[in-house]
């Protein structure tokens, strides 16, 4: 029996903005009796806990101690810095709580790489933070991943089933009130940014780079999440853009500039049993540019109770995308041929107020027929 349901409730934009203008105003009035934060923090830099920018050496013992001083041991609020340079690092981890007096920042500067052996990391991903509140991730620094080398080794590209994932560059797990700006993340092994079960990130400003052929290189994954926020990144990647898996809920997506890529994309939904709905995604002012999809959600007919409700796509310019808007309801089924795609012309449209009605689908949809769905499609000039 077919349970994995999408819902859309679409037309509800002056609602939003008008809750978003009151929490805005409301957050300027709190600032005002926020403790005025004027001492610097004190600083860890990672040079003096032995970390050497020969590109060479590996730094995770040095990252861990710069880390463990400033998070566990600091009893003024503290930096990690990771100063100009290029510094290898193995699979290391920046776990909380911090005893630290919050936020709890981490500048960097510099380049790091990740180490190139596959059999050196024992779960998928590379640089995990976690269990944090208040973490500041900032700089113009740079996390490369070092796909290149590692792409060969992915199996997930063509076997989506039984495959070992290669790690995210960034992964974020338990991190809850955080700022991530501006950050590069280059050739990530698979996912660059990883976000789960966290709470209230705002990711800005951020430069997210691989090639457009490059296996499974999601710029960033969202799942387990809530009031999570997206916006003035560029992103160009091998796969979504953004992509945006289960339980997430209240997520924010604006003026991001993605391609090459797959687009922005919820799904896939409803593999497996315990996935929960995805409700409340909104996502505007972006533009796609050569991307094979734009605005797509994927959903498998499988026993799963779990919607996609609540979500939004709107003032979204399209150049040169092939799938617009893809709704696909039946991946499993494998009916490529008769997803929703709209429109037939499908290049170089932009997307406005979009869709309109309500849907829900308790029976395998085949393409979208019965979808009554409509999104305003505008040429763009
Ligand atoms: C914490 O600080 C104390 C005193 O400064 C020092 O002896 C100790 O090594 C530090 N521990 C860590 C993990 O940095
Ligand atoms: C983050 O927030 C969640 C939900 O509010 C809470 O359960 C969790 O303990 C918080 N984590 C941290 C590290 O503060
Ligand atoms: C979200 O986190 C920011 C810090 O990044 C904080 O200023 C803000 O108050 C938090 N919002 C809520 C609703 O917790
Ligand atoms: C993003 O980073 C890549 C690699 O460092 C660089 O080539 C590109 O110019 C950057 N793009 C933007 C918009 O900053
Ligand atoms: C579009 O993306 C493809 C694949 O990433 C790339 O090969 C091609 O050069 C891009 N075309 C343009 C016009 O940027
Ligand atoms: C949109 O994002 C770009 C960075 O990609 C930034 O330079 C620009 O200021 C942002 N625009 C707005 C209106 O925030
Ligand atoms: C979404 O955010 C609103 C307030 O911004 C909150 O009341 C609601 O609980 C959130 N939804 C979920 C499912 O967490
Ligand atoms: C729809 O999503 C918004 C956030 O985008 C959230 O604030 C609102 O509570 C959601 N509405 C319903 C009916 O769940
Ligand atoms: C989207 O862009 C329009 C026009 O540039 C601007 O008025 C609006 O504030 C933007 N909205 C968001 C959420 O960035
Ligand atoms: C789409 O727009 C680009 C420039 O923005 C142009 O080069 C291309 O020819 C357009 N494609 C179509 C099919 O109109």
Redesign the pocket.
């Known amino acids: 029996m077919a349970t994995a349901k999408a819902i859309f409730f679409f037309g509800i934009a002056l609602l939003s903005c008008s809750l978003i203008g009151a929490s805005r105003g409301l957050e300027n009035r709190r600032s005002l009796f926020l403790p005025i934060l004027n001492s610097d923090p004190k600083v860890f830099d990672v040079t003096k806990f032995g970390a050497v920018a020969d590109g060479k050496t590996d730094n995770i013992d040095a990252f861990r101690a710069a880390w463990g001083a400033a998070c566990k041991n600091s009893t003024t609020r503290a930096k990690v810095l990771i100063p100009e340079g290029t510094y290898r690092t193995a699979q290391t981890m920046f776990a909380g709580p911090c005893s630290s007096p919050k936020p709890i920042t981490v500048e960097v500067k510099g380049t790091v790489k990740a180490n190139t052996d596959p059999s050196e990391y024992v779960s998928p991903e590379w640089f995990t933070f976690q269990e944090i509140d208040a973490l500041v991730l900032t700089g113009r620094g740079?996390f490369d991943g070092q796909g290149p080398a590692m792409w060969p080794f992915n199996d997930c590209k063509h076997t989506k089933k039984d495959c070992s994932p290669l790690p995210s560059s960034l992964k974020f797990y338990k991190v809850n009130n955080s700022v991530v700006t501006g950050i590069?993340s280059?050739n990530s092994m698979q996912i660059h940014f990883h976000i789960h079960g966290c709470r209230n990130v705002s990711l800005y400003k951020l430069?997210i780079?691989a090639p457009g052929n490059s296996p499974n290189t999601d710029g960033i994954h969202i799942s387990s999440s809530d009031m999570i926020k997206v916006f003035s990144s560029?992103i160009g990647t091998g796969d979504d853009c953004i992509s945006i898996g289960h339980s997430t809920t209240n997520l924010t997506v604006y003026n991001i500039t993605c391609g090459p890529g797959h687009g922005i994309s919820i799904g896939s939904l409803g593999k497996r049993p315990e996935e929960r709905t995805v409700n409340g995604v909104t996502v505007t002012n972006c533009t796609f540019v050569n991307t094979t999809n734009g605005a797509r959600i994927k959903t498998w007919i499988g026993t799963v109770a779990a919607e996609v409700k609540n979500v939004t796509y709107e003032d979204i310019i399209m150049k040169d995308v092939q799938n617009p808007v893809v709704i696909d309801q039946t991946i499993n089924f494998g009916m490529e041929d008769q997803r929703y795609s709209f429109p037939q012309d499908k290049r170089n449209y932009s997307v406005k107020h979009s869709c309109v009605s309500a849907m829900q689908h308790s029976e395998p949809v085949r393409g979208c027929g019965g979808c009554r769905c409509r999104f305003g499609f505008f040429r763009s000039t």
Do not use: K, S
């Open positions: 740079v590069t280059l430069n780079t560029v």
